[in-house]
């Protein structure tokens, strides 16, 4: 009876040893899925809180308020051989008064006051108007722009009437010519497609991206032209034809510690090499695009290389056994088959250059650049540089713009990775 027994118990023991260990081991993988979770939560936290941020401080610049004046050229004040020499911004302030029912004191306060609401450009129309046609000149002409950037803030709900007059830029009587122009319609609020049509200005309110845009396009262009067909041979020739030793080894751990370097290296590259030895253009969209292609290089051979990688091996046998070179087993079979790997490294890889901003101040795109680029050698600014450029004035409407123009370069980001992906599920092929 006792032999009989031992087993039994044995058994039971050995039972609740493997019971406790696959406890402990359900346990554990329990925790980890609760651990990955928290983990995800976190991090889309932490995204929602950075796009709600951007979009919350950012979305109101796409809210444009114009404001209409009729405004008399008064022959008087406007002398038809020096038309550039009148005041325009002063008639259109005068204008603005009288249609508030007020007039000008002995001082020009008043009037003074008027220019801080009004942007600038509603007299660069007037003084374009008049030279368009000097007839207009005694007659009464309607111009349409932008309000100052303090003002189109107070109608979006930024500044605050309840804020102490001390504390704000815009006093009390600012604040009720505003409500009264918006009471009698003649300040309409829209889209605000001048952000999106407009460069960089001085004037908030007359600030845009276009420029910007420009820039960015123009660089990047520069930089697929010379990083991705550069890129892409290197990394054909290194995987498909060279041989395989020490110095081929040395090359590939230099170029993935390439892929590491922080891109103000290659901006310091850049100012030696392109700037100060070849004498390229500073703030140009060349020398801009040289340095970026420098810095995407290693990330373009290196998807290149894995892409090649993941092409089987039966493909270049195949077409070694029914004749073919070994260069047109490459580039006749092989590389076209790994093409959505590397267009989606290029891709991502030109998503990743567009984003960099320190390089680009080492170069010198932190100029400020009111216009449209003129070609690749003329001064230009890029939306990295440009939110770094707004970010840093002092005055509070460009802070808003800044946000806006982040909202900007993440919309090409999307494009750009979203363009990665869909090239990538278009041509993949699984073996």
Do not use: C
Not at 15 to 33: G, N, T
Not at 59 to 75: C, G, R
Not at 217 to 233: E, H, N, S
Not at 400 to 413: P, S
Request: hydrophobic share 50%; no cysteine.
């Amino acid at each position: 009876m006792t032999d009989a027994t031992l087993p039994t118990a044995a058994a039971t023991d050995l039972r609740r040893i493997v019971e406790a260990r696959l406890a402990k081991r359900h346990s554990q993988e329990k925790r980890f899925r609760l651990y990955g979770r928290v983990a995800i939560i976190v991090a889309l936290s932490f995204l929602v809180v950075l796009l709600g941020r951007i979009i919350h401080q950012g979305y109101t610049t796409f809210i444009d308020n114009q404001i209409s004046v009729s405004v008399y050229l008064d022959p008087s004040k406007i002398d038809r051989a020096d038309i550039g020499g009148a005041n325009y911004d002063q008639m259109v302030a005068l204008s603005l008064l009288a249609t508030l029912g007020e007039t000008d004191d002995e001082y020009g306060e008043k009037s003074g006051k008027i220019l801080e609401i009004m942007s600038n450009d509603l007299g660069f129309q007037l003084l374009k108007q008049v030279r368009a046609d000097p007839s207009a000149i005694g007659k009464r002409v309607t111009v349409t722009g932008p309000v100052k950037s303090d003002a189109s803030l107070y109608y979006k709900g930024d500044i605050k009437r309840s804020t102490p007059q001390d504390s704000r830029k815009l006093d009390d009587q600012q604040l009720d010519w505003l409500d009264e122009l918006k009471a009698a319609g003649a300040i309409k609020s829209g889209f605000n497609f001048g952000f999106l049509t407009r460069s960089d200005s001085t004037e908030a309110e007359q600030a845009g991206v276009l420029g910007a845009i420009v820039g960015s396009l123009m660089m990047l262009f520069v930089t697929a032209f010379l990083a991705v067909p550069i890129g892409v041979l290197a990394a054909t020739y290194l995987e498909e034809f060279a041989p395989k030793n020490r110095w081929t080894d040395l090359i590939e751990v230099n170029i993935n510690n390439l892929a590491a370097v922080p891109s103000i290296v290659y901006g310091l590259l850049g100012l030696a090499v392109f700037i100060n030895w070849l004498a390229v253009p500073r703030s140009s969209p060349l020398v801009g695009g040289l340095v970026l292609a420098l810095m995407a290089l290693p990330t373009v051979i290196i998807a290149t290389r894995s892409a090649l990688k993941a092409v089987p091996p039966s493909i270049r046998e195949a077409a070694l056994g029914v004749g073919a070179s070994r260069t047109q087993t490459v580039f006749h079979h092989v590389l076209p088959l790994a093409m959505p790997g590397v267009m989606t490294g290029a891709i991502l890889s030109l998503a990743h250059a567009l984003g960099e901003t320190a390089p680009l101040l080492m170069i010198g795109m932190v100029s400020f650049v009111p216009g449209v680029p003129e070609g690749f050698t003329g001064s230009a600014t890029v939306l990295p540089v440009q939110v770094f450029i707004w970010e840093t004035a002092s005055e509070r409407g460009f802070h808003e713009r800044t946000a806006a123009a982040i909202i900007v370069l993440l919309v090409f980001m999307i494009v750009m990775n979203l363009t990665a992906i869909l090239v990538r599920r278009r041509f993949e092929r699984r073996w």
